[in-house]
């Protein structure tokens, strides 16, 4: 876990060294999945959100000893490589609250699982912000704000091009999570914003009734709420903005029906006045019908505590 207070300067951060050391070694492989002329992208991305995270990313890069626009174009990764990404997301009402679990499915998986941290950001030494992300991942893929919501983001590819003049996907999510007031003003600006990229966002709130998943394109949007009691679902297609895609052989959609479908029947017979161990999320989270060969990372957020834990498979940390 890596703590940050807001009040302290990020190059006096108490970051590990084999953390800036596994997330420097990230970012030379996202980096060399970027054709070199998208660097101007790092520009306008700038340009795009005020300069709101300049700061930040060049303190990071600093640290790194890297160039701040490969790390802007690191928190574009999203919007970039869209067709690599995929992510598995469930929504779970209990007895203590809704649960947001999920697997998070991205390329280089040993990498990203290798340079994995939970990030808290703190404010006058109380939780702000959390995130499953790594040191320099500026933006948020699944975050957890201490006003009580939960965000994660799962890849779609959408029939509608991309807004170039939209909101970069991870570095909205970052701003959802710092700036919401509540559960509902989270929704408004998931739903509201305009975006560079197409995503599905699940939002989960402290209230079993707060689960819903945003089905985003660029700048519309379908809102998708569970029927009483059941789980919400998430994986990579959309189900009431667009119709459903069979894949047309891309990776995204290799195994996403396979993945809604294994999920559907484990919480078939869900009560909501159950309650749900971790390990119980986790055994369902690696299930040969659930896990990918990229899932980097297995996060689960409990909003009413203010709890989120982050696991990477064992299995990408004994890889050579």
């Known amino acids: 876990m890596l703590e940050m207070d807001e009040a302290r300067p990020l190059a006096d951060a108490p970051f590990p060294p084999e953390a800036i050391d596994s997330a420097r070694r990230l970012l030379g492989a996202i980096a060399a999945s970027i054709p070199p002329k998208a660097r101007m992208l790092a520009y306008l991305a700038r340009v795009r959100t005020w300069n709101r995270f300049h700061s930040e990313m060049s303190a990071m890069a600093d640290r790194a000893g890297v160039d701040w626009r490969d790390l802007m174009l690191a928190n574009l990764s999203y919007d970039l490589l869209l067709a690599s990404l995929g992510c598995s997301t469930i ?5 203590d609250g809704p649960v947001l679990a999920r697997n998070m499915d991205w390329f280089p998986e040993v990498l990203l699982a290798r340079a994995s941290y939970l990030v808290r950001v703190c404010r006058n030494s109380e939780l702000h912000f959390a995130s499953a992300g790594w040191p320099g991942g500026v ?3 699944t975050g957890l704000s201490a006003r009580g919501f939960a965000v994660a983001l799962n890849a779609v590819l959408c029939p509608e091009s991309i807004c170039k003049t939209g909101y970069p996907v991870l570095l909205h999510l970052r701003c959802v999570v710092e700036d919401a007031r509540d559960f509902d003003h989270a929704l408004a600006m998931l739903r509201d914003q305009r975006l560079t990229a197409a995503g599905l966002f699940t939002l989960v709130g402290s209230d079993n009734l707060q689960r819903v998943v945003i089905e985003r394109s660029s700048t519309r949007h379908a809102l998708r709420w569970p029927k009483d009691g059941e789980a919400l679902l998430a994986t ?3 189900r009431s903005l667009f119709p459903p895609k069979e894949g047309n052989g891309l990776e995204i959609y290799r195994t996403t029906c396979h993945r809604y479908a294994a999920l559907k029947r484990m919480f078939a017979r869900w009560s909501p006045e159950r309650t749900i161990a971790d390990t ?7 299930d040969p019908e659930v896990i990918q060969e990229i899932t980097a990372q297995h996060v689960l957020i409990r909003p009413r505590r203010k709890e989120m834990r982050l696991f990477v498979p064992r299995r990408l940390l004994t890889t050579d």
């Open 236 to 238: 990579n297609d959309y």
């Open 91 to 95: 929504a779970l009402p209990t007895a």
């Open 139 to 141: 933006g948020v893929v």
């Open 280 to 286: 119980q999320l986790l055994y369902a989270l690696s």
